[in-house]
């Protein structure tokens, strides 16, 4: 369970980027953060792994207060959540199977991971996880050599190797096509129903956050405007959340589900 108690963020220059952030967030819960750039997104999702440090309030994951956190518990904090980025951020120059595998020596140099002997135990968790996200057949291919969607299933495997509890996504399908998008969509669901694996993503396409979350949260300036179940979301709850500039989203989403059906 993840918890926000009156939760600020300002960053050293001044930005107040989260104020007065309460939200309660359940094991197995798929969250979608919605709202425009700059709202806060990032940050907030940020926080709960502390790649961020809040400013004030409380942030507890599983009854672990984040910020008393140290060190070495950081790191023990972290193997439980895994992060997905809009960019991959997988070592494109190696194999499928070596990049899941740096999931199981998060604390050793870079060449370590790479060139690192591992357990057979931890070969078939790998190969297992690429299984899970339906790229199995690609272990043995160098990274550079598949497309978006496939490199964003790397990367899913590689957290799902860590068997986290939450995985925080951060834009996870906004460099990828439209079709693409939907099959990675598909995978997270599948993740999050099969393995109980909360998901909380920010993600800028509103049709796609309410097709597959089962919660939204809307963000403007920093601030939670809307907190409830996808159904509920109605066009003046986005016109809150977008800050009256929802047609223009609307216009994209449209432009984008055209392509997909
Ligand atoms: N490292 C940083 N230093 C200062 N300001 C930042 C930093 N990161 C983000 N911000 C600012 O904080 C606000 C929220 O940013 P962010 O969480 O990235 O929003 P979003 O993900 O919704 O686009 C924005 O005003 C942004 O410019
Ligand atoms: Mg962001």
Known sequence: MIEFIQVEK?????T?????INLTIGQGEFVAVI??????KSTLIRCIN?????TSGTLNV???????????EIRRFRRRIGMIFQSFNLVTRITVIKNVLVSFVPDLP?????TGLYTREQKLKALEALEKVGILDKAFIRVDQLSGGQQQRVALARTLA???DIILADEPIASLDPVTAHMVMDDFKRINQDMNISVIMNIHHVEIALEYADR??????GAVVFDGSSSQVTKGILDEIYGGKTEEIADRSEEKSVYVR
């Open 50 to 54: 502390r790649m961020h440090d809040i």
């Open 10 to 14: 300002t960053y050293p220059n001044g």
């Open 62 to 72: 599983d009854g672990t207060n984040v910020s008393q956190l140290k060190g070495k």
């Open 110 to 114: 870079m060449w370590r991971k790479i």
């Open 162 to 164: 860590q068997s986290p």
């Open 35 to 40: 709202g425009l750039s700059g709202a806060g």
């Open 216 to 221: 939204i949260i809307g963000i403007r300036q």
């Open 16 to 20: 107040v980027a989260l104020q007065n």
